[in-house]
């Protein structure tokens, strides 16, 4: 029997070649979970992220398609009426 690399406890359990006791093991292998946790968490922030950006760009297409739609009013009012806005009258 070999010693733990870790603990020094007696075991029969190699990982990568270096002897490691079960306690130590899920240890280790708790541990590795926990450190692939932010990794999950920067996934999914990221994909919020890019949902939030969508939202936005919807909100800035609404706004620029009100504004286009004031501007083509305007010109249509002064094409086919002859009405001056009253922003633009001397």
């Known amino acids: 029997m070999?010693?733990?690399a870790y603990c020094g406890a007696e075991t029969q359990l190699y990982n990568g070649g270096v002897p490691i006791c079960l306690t130590c093991a899920d240890r280790h292998e708790t541990k590795a979970k926990a450190d692939h946790i932010p990794d999950v968490r920067a996934i999914l922030a990221r994909d919020?992220?890019?949902t939030l950006r969508?939202?936005?760009a919807s909100r800035a297409l609404s706004a620029a398609r009100d504004e286009m739609m004031i501007a083509h009013n305007r010109l249509n009012n002064f094409l086919s009426?002859?009405?001056?806005?009253?922003d633009l009258e001397r």
């Open 2 to 4: 070999a010693a733990c």
């Open 48 to 50: 919020l992220t890019g």
């Open 81 to 86: 009426r002859g009405i001056v806005p009253e």
């Open 54 to 56: 969508i939202h936005d």
